[in-house]
């Protein structure tokens, strides 16, 4: 069976991404973001939102251990900063319902979602640039960042909150990057 850590980095919809991934029959846990990687017995690894920069803890020591990664919010910032690419303020600032144009058909993990897909996303601070090795999968008016993946190496970020009931196709961004984390552990 599959299993996934939700690293905690302290956001108000961490619990409900284990909650949709445990919906899902997935045997998830959800763990603090000071755990070291080597102590994580998952398959996938899903680095969750929060608040701010400053409450990560080892987050970005998950980036370089081979498994695969899906960053939420703050979780794809992360990835952003930590793999050199650049993070800055948002235009737009807090949570709305945005629409975002999947610009990827092929990508495994949002390439199957409507090309015009509504999603719940915060732009308070979002990915400025891509890190080295990222394609650009997907964008909106409101944020030129709203999706990346490195599918050579496995790491995939969402500006969104697939959790979220008000995401419209949230279960199947979370089935795709379980399909990921399978072929992976094959």
């Not at 980095?9 to 973001?33: I, K, S």
């Not at 990915?127 to 190496?153: I, W």
Request: aromatic fraction near 6%; hydrophobic fraction near 40%.
């Amino acid at each position: 069976m599959t299993t996934i850590a939700v690293v905690d980095n302290h956001g108000q919809f961490t619990h409900l991404e284990q909650r949709a991934l445990r919906d899902l029959g997935v045997d998830c846990e959800l763990v603090d973001n000071d755990t070291p990687p080597e102590d994580l017995e998952a398959d996938g690894i899903v680095l969750s939102g929060g608040p701010d920069m400053n409450r990560i803890g080892r987050s970005a020591d998950y980036l370089e251990d081979g498994r695969p990664v899906l960053g939420i919010c703050l979780g794809m910032q992360i990835m952003a900063n930590a793999l050199d690419g650049s993070v800055g303020g948002g235009d737009y600032g807090g949570y709305a319902d945005v629409t975002v144009d999947i610009l990827e058909e092929a990508d495994p993990l949002i390439g199957s979602l409507a090309p015009e897909t509504r999603v719940w996303a915060s732009h308070a601070d979002e990915v400025k640039t891509l890190p080295t090795g990222f394609t650009l999968t997907a964008s909106s008016d409101v944020c030129g960042v709203e999706a990346m993946s490195d599918t050579e190496r496995n790491l995939y970020g969402v500006q969104w909150h697939p959790e979220v009931a008000h995401t419209a196709e949230g279960d199947e961004v979370f089935e795709n990057f379980l399909a990921i984390v399978e072929s992976a552990s094959t």
